[in-house]
């Protein structure tokens, strides 16, 4: 017995968990990772399936970090910027419109005009 905790087995080398457990219809002893021995071929062929799938899993990380870091394009993080500005300059216009009384399409003419795009009107 464990002097620290009685329900516990005795600390006494390697204890035999395969004896204890071996009526338990879920204990394995067979085929236990860590404890199989696996030939020559068997781990080549391990090795071979555990290549693909490390490359696959590798390219499709690639492909997500490089669409999250492109900015142009049809993109989300291009999208939510588009948003963004959208709703911040549709902000401007109205509030420019409330406090100047010209219209967004008004105060388009007049940035055209400004800008030299549309000619004075004579």
Not at 13 to 27: H, I, L, M
Not at 62 to 80: F, H, L, N, S
Request: proline share 6%.
């Amino acid at each position: 017995m464990n002097p620290d905790n009685p329900n516990l087995p005795a600390l006494k080398g390697d204890y035999d968990w395969d004896a204890e457990y071996a009526a338990d219809s879920d204990w394995i002893t067979e085929n236990v990772p860590g404890k199989m021995v696996v030939g020559d071929v068997e781990l080549a062929a391990q090795v071979t399936a555990l290549s693909k799938i490390e490359e696959k899993y590798r390219k499709v990380r690639q492909d997500e970090e490089y669409t999250e870091a492109r900015i142009i394009g049809w993109v989300p993080k291009a999208e939510i910027y588009n948003s963004r500005f959208a709703m911040f300059f549709l902000a401007v216009g109205l509030l420019t419109e409330y406090w100047t009384g010209i219209t967004i399409p008004g105060q388009i003419e007049e940035m055209a005009r400004v800008g030299g795009f549309i000619g004075p009107d004579f």
